[in-house]
């Protein structure tokens, strides 16, 4: 049997507001017995992909949506916002040597989300931004 779990979240453009989809994804884990291994590693993916949506997107209307479905061998999280877009081929992969000797030491975001993931996908356009990782759990 597939115990597959959903959550569907409307997040206000409120600082810290990540944490709330953070609590319910750690409530999905534990639900069906994930290891707080797996919980850990899905929760930076969640923090850093709400908050490039929140930072970046310029987004037109209020909110951020996050969706995740999980069950026991795998997490999706989908973030949806309804900002500006961008073209995803156009942002540099940060470089180790180039941040240490800068004084602008962030942009990891999207490098951290695609090395985390088993699979990441974005889709832009000037309507928004949806990205949807896939985190095998097991």
Do not use: C
């Amino acid at each position: 049997m597939d115990k597959r779990i959903k959550l569907e979240i409307k997040l206000p453009l409120v600082k810290d507001i990540e944490l709330v989809a953070l609590e319910g994804l750690e409530l999905m884990g534990r639900h069906l017995q994930i290891s707080d291994e797996k919980i850990g590693e899905a929760r930076v993916l969640v923090t850093e992909g709400v908050i490039n949506a929140i930072e970046h997107s310029e987004n037109k209307s209020p909110f951020v949506d996050v969706h995740f479905i999980m069950n026991i061998d795998a997490l999706t999280i989908i973030i949806t916002d309804y900002g500006k877009g961008f073209d995803p081929s156009a942002i540099e992969t940060p470089e180790i040597g180039k941040k240490l000797n800068s004084n602008y030491k962030r942009g990891w975001g999207l490098k951290l989300m695609k090395e985390m993931s088993d699979d990441f996908k974005i889709d832009s356009s000037e309507e928004g931004t949806k990205i949807i990782i896939t985190k095998n759990l097991r």
